[in-house]
């Protein structure tokens, strides 16, 4: 069986763009989550997304935003590149029950902003 | 606010030797708890994990975890580790009713001298 699978391994831009990184979660699973890892700062959860809608979101500013779609792959989209937002950008995915639901991640997208 | 606390940021131990690595949560009630692995340009795999009952978990890999509600930890253990357990291993709790939101530690580098 697949795991979560990610999109681009890496990507590389400049500040002031966009970027769109793309999920796809293990088959059966309906939720998706992004956490960014920061050099520095760790892992801290971005995003919650359960049957195409934001079920939870961690502190990060708007221009963090996503989408699930109808095949529960996920996007997540960072408007306005900063410096700083240059990390790994890991994917989870999980069946969606309530509570200590194991989440499964993705090898990641490395973000680099010049 | 809760959080997780790594106090080791990195050890090395010899092949063969046992292993603890180190977890001190900050919540007023019991979260659900989980030990993950992240090998170098990987992703997070789950090791673990402790929802109720039985405070002594058993993982893959040989690992376990014992919970103390006394002591607020949640410490990994292994009794003889091997090469291929050199890697970051990340505590994290989920905080009950907030579903999704994991929250990680800084993480401990784990060395394996031969």
């Known amino acids: 069986e697949a795991g979560v699978t990610q999109s681009p391994t890496h990507l590389i831009k400049t500040r002031g763009q966009q970027a769109t990184l793309r999920c796809s979660p293990i088959?059966?699973?309906?939720?998706v989550y992004w956490y960014q890892q920061a050099l520095g700062l760790g892992l801290q959860f971005l995003l919650w997304y359960d049957e195409g809608e934001e079920r939870n979101r961690g502190n990060f500013p708007p221009r963090f935003s996503g989408r699930q779609f109808p095949n529960y792959s996920s996007e997540l989209n960072v408007n306005a590149l900063e410096l700083e937002d240059s990390a790994l950008y890991l994917c989870?995915?999980?069946?969606?029950?309530?509570?200590?639901?194991?989440?499964?991640f993705g090898p990641g997208t490395r973000l680099t902003v010049t | 606010a809760q959080s997780v606390t790594q106090p080791d940021i990195h050890i090395t131990v010899s092949e063969g030797a046992s292993l603890e690595l180190r977890c001190n949560y900050s919540?007023?009630?019991?979260?659900?708890l989980f030990w993950y692995v992240q090998s170098p340009g990987q992703g997070l795999q789950l090791l673990l994990k402790y929802f109720s009952g039985d405070t002594l978990v058993q993982g893959i890999k040989g690992f376990e975890a014992e919970f103390k509600r006394s002591q607020s930890s949640f410490n990994l253990r292994k009794p003889s580790v091997h090469w291929s357990d050199a890697a970051e291993y990340f505590c994290?709790?989920?905080?009950?009713?907030?579903?999704?939101?994991?929250?990680f530690g800084k993480g401990t580098k784990l060395s394996v001298k031969p």
């Open positions: 088959s059966g699973h309906t939720s």
């Open positions: 989870a995915s999980s069946l969606g029950l309530a509570g200590g639901d194991e989440q499964y």
């Open positions: 919540y007023g009630a019991t979260p659900y």
């Open positions: 994290a709790v989920e905080r009950g009713g907030s579903q999704g939101n994991l929250i």
